[in-house]
């Protein structure tokens, strides 16, 4: 399975920005997927997840919650970040991620990842 995130870019504080990530293969839609984040100089930290059932409630990271949804459509092969009312220490690079189980905030659990896309926000 390989994953292309994109929609990374400089914003400014308040702004909105989607990202998207495509994975190819045909059982894409039994993955669970998460978005994780690092900025310069810190950890890889869990920002959102998505269970393979559309019925599955999304998690979310506490500092992200209200501001960023995910979502994603099997059909296209397709995880989304929506993120509003972007902060600048949203700043950093922005990874999906998938795996078999269910969700779970530790990355160590994704087996696959992507090549990641740089959010930046300035204030």
């Known amino acids: 399975v390989q994953l292309q995130a994109s929609g990374g870019g400089l914003v400014q504080a308040g702004d909105s920005l989607r990202l998207s990530c495509t994975a190819s293969?045909?059982?894409?839609?039994?993955?669970?997927m998460g978005w994780f984040r690092q900025a310069p100089g810190k950890e890889r930290e869990f920002v959102a997840a998505?269970?393979?059932?559309?019925?599955?409630?999304?998690s979310y990271a506490d500092s992200v919650k209200g501001r960023f949804t995910i979502s994603r459509d099997n059909a296209k092969n397709t995880v989304f970040l929506e993120m509003n009312s972007l902060k600048p220490e949203d700043t950093a690079v922005y990874y999906c991620?998938?795996?078999?189980?269910?969700?779970?905030?530790?990355?160590?659990?994704?087996?696959?990842w992507g090549q990641g896309t740089l959010v930046t926000v300035s204030s």
């Open positions: 991620a998938g795996q078999w189980r269910g969700i779970t905030h530790t990355p160590e659990r994704y087996m696959y």
């Open positions: 293969g045909r059982t894409f839609r039994a993955y669970t």
């Open positions: 998505i269970g393979w059932s559309g019925g599955s409630t999304p």
